[in-house]
């Protein structure tokens, strides 16, 4: 339940503090006091969409926080809580929009998105605006009201999870046929590209490889004389440097005979002595090894330019023209086996087909056992409601795709199941067209209700089908903008009834002009502009006993107020 409502700097609202109860609120107001505002400014906490043409002019930012009951709201504490937002018993939602078009949004202090901050509104909430019962006129809306009524919501996961999967598929079948028709304008292509590289086979690394052996058969001459010069000079040639490292080597020793200050130095000599030797064998080494071979040296050379040619072609490198024949190769290899991939693609889907085609039928099947009772029930509340001879229906009707089918498979392969020997059109909602049909006078035969009912009988409707939803909705609070739109008198007094009754499994907060609905508020509001000259404000004010007494008084009088007024208005509240 919403516990208390804070706005501040929000179109006529200065500042607005209000504590709300459980049961019936009901809210009062001369027309252009500012009721509608009030229901913007909750709709704007709730995740609705926000301008900053609503910022209260002179001021910096609008804010509106409201503070929540959430305990046993199990579907809210699930949402915080993946979400990594503290959670208790309390929720405060609160919602900042300032001049410079920035939006803001918190819950328990804690910023997050706009549309977690719907996500959660949606499941705090069930806000039915002006103009919200409109939404019986729209026929594809009835086969949400009948989900919600039946508590179809595993049923409805269950058969949108294969639906999607079953989507899916025909998503990949359909790109396995562009790709198909491309492939087939481009196969012969590929398969020259193909035999042209393969001819080379290049390899990863070669190049370099090949390039490397190219440097040293092209500096051959060189190589042999300078490691031959080398090796002279080192080992072989007169006063060697292995010679002369020799003599040296024996003089520190006689020095260190005489004086161990020379032992790190003899032992350094003897190390440089075999260094010297070493590098000599390894100069010797290579030098025996030294090819002169003109005729590798061609092939290196034909096959460097080979690489050259094909890296020109396909993509200026050794890597991106092998990643080349890699795609090439697995498009070339999807185009020969495009048949055997569609037929798995189509087993696929056959055996999807029949998961969802049974998800279906036994969606329908709930559907049509709610649509008998939510018949029942709408009748009965409508009665309640002053419409005694009402008749209510509601048609569960599919389309069948028998027209429509080629080849043994309908024209719209991707949004059909089928239910024994026939198939039926399909969407994300199942195989059923859902709409409501009434009668509201003896005799006359039931029609879509978009086509009878008068703006009174829809808000009648409206509320009949949340009276019958009653039971099973878990949403905490109902907001009611003028409900009672196009009904009076007795009519009001049965609305205001029924709200009444509402009120005892949800909150309700309620706007309405009918006195016989004010009469019953467990407890009431009055919305009143303020003008001081200069500026006009919109605040809310809780009513006392007397108090309310009067505004019931106002409703049914006008203005004035007599004792008269004032006695009826007590007689329609039940006071003494």
């Given at each position: 339940?919403l516990?208390?409502?804070?706005?501040?700097?929000?179109?006529?609202?200065?500042?607005?503090?209000?504590e709300?109860?459980?049961?019936?609120?009901?809210?009062?107001?001369?027309?252009?006091?500012?009721?509608?505002?009030?229901?913007?400014?909750?709709?704007?906490?709730?995740?609705?969409?926000?301008?900053?043409?609503?910022?209260?002019?002179?001021?910096?930012?609008?804010?509106?926080?409201?503070?929540?009951?959430?305990?046993?709201?199990?579907?809210?504490?699930?949402?915080?809580?993946?979400?990594?937002?503290?959670?208790?018993?309390?929720?405060?939602?609160?919602?900042?929009?300032?001049?410079?078009?920035?939006n803001?949004?918190?819950?328990?202090?804690s910023?997050?998105?706009?549309a977690?901050?719907?996500e959660?509104?949606?499941?705090?909430?069930?806000?039915?605006?002006?103009?919200?019962?409109?939404?019986?006129?729209?026929?594809?809306t009835?086969?949400?009201f009948?989900?919600?009524?039946?508590?179809?919501?595993?049923?409805?996961?269950?058969?949108?999870?294969?639906?999607q999967?079953?989507?899916?598929?025909?998503?990949?079948?359909?790109?396995?046929?562009?790709?198909?028709?491309?492939?087939?304008?481009?196969?012969?292509?590929?398969?020259?590209?193909?035999?042209?590289?393969?001819?080379?086979?290049?390899?990863?690394?070669?190049?370099?490889?090949?390039?490397?052996?190219?440097?040293?058969?092209?500096?051959?001459?060189?190589?042999?004389?300078?490691?031959?010069?080398?090796?002279?000079?080192?080992?072989?040639?007169?006063?060697?440097?292995h010679?002369?490292?020799?003599?040296?080597?024996?003089?520190?020793?006689l020095?260190?005979e005489?004086?161990?200050?020379?032992?790190?130095?003899?032992?350094?000599?003897?190390?440089?002595?075999?260094i010297?030797?070493?590098?000599?064998?390894?100069?010797h080494a290579?030098?025996?090894?030294?090819?002169?071979?003109?005729?590798?040296?061609?092939?290196?050379?034909?096959?460097?330019?080979?690489?050259s040619?094909?890296?020109?072609?396909?993509?200026?490198?050794?890597?991106?023209?092998l990643?080349?024949?890699?795609?090439?190769?697995?498009?070339?290899?999807?185009?020969?086996?495009?048949?055997?991939?569609?037929?798995?693609?189509?087993?696929?889907?056959?055996?999807?087909?029949?998961v969802?085609?049974?998800?279906?039928?036994?969606?329908?099947?709930?559907r049509?056992?709610?649509?008998?009772?939510?018949?029942?029930?709408?009748?009965?509340?409508?009665?309640?409601?002053?419409?005694?001879?009402?008749?209510?229906?509601?048609?569960?009707?599919?389309?069948?795709?028998?027209?429509?089918?080629?080849?043994?498979?309908?024209?719209?392969?991707?949004?059909?199941?089928?239910?024994?020997?026939?198939?039926f059109?399909?969407?994300?909602?199942?195989?059923?067209?859902?709409?409501?049909?009434?009668?509201?006078?003896?005799?006359?035969?039931?029609?879509?209700?978009?086509?009878v009912?008068?703006?009174?009988?829809?808000?009648r409707?409206?509320?009949?089908?949340?009276?019958?939803?009653?039971?099973?909705?878990?949403?905490?609070?109902?907001?009611?903008?003028?409900?009672?739109v196009?009904?009076?008198?007795?009519?009001g007094?049965?609305?205001?009834?029924?709200?009444?009754?509402l009120?005892?499994?949800?909150?309700?907060?309620?706007i309405?002009?009918?006195?016989?609905i004010?009469?019953?508020?467990?407890?009431?509001?009055?919305?009143?502009?303020?003008?001081?000259?200069?500026?006009?404000?919109?605040?809310?004010?809780?009513?006392?006993?007397?108090?309310?007494?009067?505004e019931?008084a106002k409703?049914?009088?006008?203005?004035?107020?007599?004792?008269?007024?004032?006695?009826s208005?007590?007689?329609?509240?039940?006071?003494?």
């Open positions: 339940m516990r208390t409502l804070y706005i501040k700097h929000y179109a006529l609202i200065e500042e607005i503090s209000v709300f109860e459980r049961g019936l609120n009901i809210l009062t107001g001369e027309t252009g006091a500012g009721k509608s505002i009030l229901i913007d400014a909750l709709s704007l906490l709730l995740g609705d969409r926000a301008s900053i043409e609503i910022i209260r002019k002179g001021s910096e930012k609008a804010t509106v926080e409201g503070t929540f009951v959430v305990s046993g709201v199990s579907r809210v504490n699930s949402l915080l809580k993946d979400n990594e937002v503290e959670s208790s018993n309390e929720l405060i939602v609160r919602r900042e929009i300032s001049i410079k078009g920035q803001r949004c918190f819950l328990n202090d910023p997050v998105s706009l977690l901050l719907k959660v509104g949606d499941a705090l909430v069930d806000l039915h605006g002006q103009h919200d019962h409109q939404a019986l006129l729209h026929p594809e009835h086969i949400d009948l989900d919600d009524f039946g508590g179809h919501v595993t049923l409805l996961a269950e058969y949108r999870q294969s639906y999967k079953l989507s899916a598929l025909f998503s990949k079948k359909r790109d396995l046929r562009e790709q198909e028709h491309r492939l087939k304008e481009k196969k012969d292509l590929y398969e020259f590209q193909m035999k042209e590289i393969d001819a080379v086979n290049p390899q990863i690394g070669e190049e370099e490889t090949l390039e490397a052996d190219l440097k040293i058969l092209e500096n051959a001459e060189k190589l042999n004389a300078l490691t031959s010069q080398l090796h002279q000079l080192l080992y072989d040639g007169e006063s060697s440097v010679d002369n490292l020799v003599q040296a080597r024996k003089q520190i020793e020095l260190h005489i004086d161990v200050a020379f032992t790190d130095a003899a032992g350094e000599a003897r190390s440089a002595e075999i010297v030797e070493e590098l000599s064998k390894f100069i290579y030098h025996a090894k030294i090819e002169f071979n003109p005729q590798k040296l061609e092939q290196i050379r034909e096959r460097l330019g080979q690489f040619l094909l890296k020109k072609k396909y993509g200026g490198t050794l890597e991106s023209l990643e080349h024949r890699r795609k090439i190769g697995a498009e070339f290899s999807l185009a020969e086996n495009f048949e055997k991939d569609l037929a798995a693609i189509d087993a696929a889907v056959s055996n999807e087909r029949k969802c085609s049974d998800a279906a039928q036994k969606l329908t099947a709930k049509l056992d709610a649509a008998k009772k939510i018949e029942k029930a709408i009748v009965a509340s409508l009665g309640e409601l002053g419409i005694a001879n009402a008749k209510f229906s509601v048609s569960v009707e599919h389309t069948s795709l028998v027209n429509s089918v080629k080849n043994g498979s309908p024209t719209t392969i991707d949004a059909f199941v089928r239910i024994g020997k026939e198939s059109e399909a969407s994300p909602k199942g195989i059923d067209n859902v709409e409501f049909f009434l009668s509201t006078n003896v005799g006359e035969d039931v029609k879509p209700l978009v086509k009912a008068s703006g009174g009988e829809v808000s409707v409206m509320l009949a089908l949340k009276s019958a939803l009653a039971q099973s909705d878990k949403v905490p609070l109902l907001i009611f903008d003028e409900i009672d196009g009904v009076s008198g007795r009519i007094q049965a609305v205001g009834l029924s709200l009444k009754k009120s005892a499994l949800h909150q309700i907060i309620a309405t002009h009918l006195p016989q004010a009469g019953l508020a467990d407890t009431h509001f009055a919305v009143e502009k303020i003008e001081d000259g200069k500026r006009t404000t919109t605040r809310l004010r809780k009513l006392d006993i007397d108090e309310r007494v009067r019931v409703l049914m009088s006008g203005e004035k107020v007599t004792e008269a007024g004032l006695k208005a007590k007689e329609l509240m039940g006071l003494k």
